[in-house]
């Protein structure tokens, strides 16, 4: 399967079954996994049939009851950035429009005048 190429919604679906999977693993029903994790049974079991959307924080709140948020440390992982890297990034200078000088608009104002055009 080609996570970037589904559709959220097959990722619903997939997560969702990957959670029921690991939940029957464990074997909770979903008012176990209800309890253990503070989220609705009505929300776990939309959740498991891809059907509905949670919210992050009950999605974290499964992982935690069913000891899978250590498996977020793949996703998620702290990387070393450069202090160079940091620098650039923070001294990036960004453009500034220019407008033109009016002494150059005032200069060429004051030397035309009415009768100049012939």
């Known amino acids: 399967m080609d996570w970037n190429n589904e559709s959220v919604s097959r990722l619903r679906e997939v997560i969702g079954r990957s959670i029921r999977l690991r939940r029957v693993g464990k074997e909770l029903s979903q008012d176990d996994l209800a309890k253990l994790s503070g989220v609705s049974h009505a929300s776990i079991?939309?959740?498991?049939?891809?059907?509905?959307?949670?919210?992050?924080?009950?999605?974290?709140?499964?992982?935690?009851?069913l000891e899978m948020a250590h498996e977020l440390k793949m996703i998620?992982?702290?990387?070393?950035?450069?202090?160079?890297?940091?620098?650039?990034?923070?001294t990036k200078k960004t453009r500034e429009r220019v407008r033109k000088s009016q002494k150059k608009t005032q200069l060429k104002s004051s030397s035309w005048k009415w009768g100049d055009e012939k």
């Open 45 to 65: 079991a939309r959740f498991e049939t891809g059907k509905g959307n949670i919210s992050l924080e009950n999605l974290l709140l499964i992982l935690k009851a």
């Open 76 to 90: 998620f992982k702290e990387e070393e950035i450069s202090p160079a890297l940091i620098a650039k990034a923070s």
